[in-house]
């Protein structure tokens, strides 16, 4: 079983629509997680982390952790032809361990 | 001008063949970090190094060795490049700490003949 476990999509949503994006994982020690956004020919780039379980909220995305069902997941609201992009979770038991990062799901936002 | 760069951006090779790729940083960060991408698996560490005299050994290190000449600049050679080598190659920094924010330069795509 790997670690990190997301859906490699690919996944095409309406331009307006509520993307929902989602990893489990199996270290129950990891306690920040992260979603990378990765446009294409590009390095990847945070968009957002969380430590521990709860929801983060940042303008049209909110990460959220169940620490107890090892499971997080990254909401987009009211989507745009610009969220096209490969979306990358990531965890971390420490801010000074090595990251885990997930596969990987490529989203299409149409227009 | 980019934080985190890479060179060069795309590479074909021969079977064999030692090759260098090259990563230099304007962060200022100490900690740097070589990752390979292919699909399916995701971002893979091949090795990381904490600073100019620190360098670890990641999940995937065999067939490579890197060189950390710098603060800013941390290299990875393939010695004998092979077929299975052929990948997306990241280099990314953090700084001290903060490993949960990292820094990603563009990429450096490589074809292994």
């Known amino acids: 079983q790997k670690e990190v476990e997301q859906d490699p999509g690919p996944l095409s949503v309406p331009e307006g629509a509520i993307v929902s994006l989602n990893c489990t994982y199996s270290?129950?020690?990891?306690?920040?997680f992260m979603w990378y956004r990765q446009y294409s020919r590009k390095g990847p780039e945070l968009l957002m982390y969380?430590?521990?379980?709860g929801n983060k909220e940042d303008g049209r995305f909110t990460a959220q952790v169940d620490k107890s069902s090892k499971y997080i997941s990254l909401f987009i609201r009211d989507s745009q032809p610009s969220d096209s992009a490969t979306y990358l979770c990531?965890?971390?038991?420490?801010?000074?361990?090595?990251?885990?990062f997930g596969p990987g799901t490529s989203l299409s936002v149409i227009p | 001008d980019a934080d985190v760069t890479q060179t060069p951006r795309n590479r074909i090779t021969k079977t064999g063949k030692r090759i260098m790729l090259e990563c230099s940083q304007t962060k200022g960060h100490d900690r740097m970090y070589w990752y390979r991408q292919d699909p399916g698996l995701g971002l893979r560490l091949i090795y990381y190094?904490?600073?100019?005299?620190?360098?670890n050994k990641g999940e995937i290190s065999d067939g490579y060795s890197v060189s950390r000449q710098a603060q800013a600049k941390f290299s990875l050679s393939l010695e004998s490049a092979i077929p299975n080598q052929t990948a997306l190659y990241f280099c990314?920094?953090?700084?001290?700490?903060?490993?949960?924010?990292?820094?990603f330069g563009p990429g450096t795509r490589l074809l292994v003949l």
């Open positions: 990314a920094t953090s700084e001290t700490g903060r490993q949960e924010t990292q820094y």
């Open positions: 990531a965890m971390i038991r420490t801010s000074y361990d090595k990251v885990i």
């Open positions: 270290n129950s020690a990891f306690q920040y």
């Open positions: 190094s904490f600073d100019v005299k620190d360098i």
């Open positions: 969380t430590y521990s379980s």
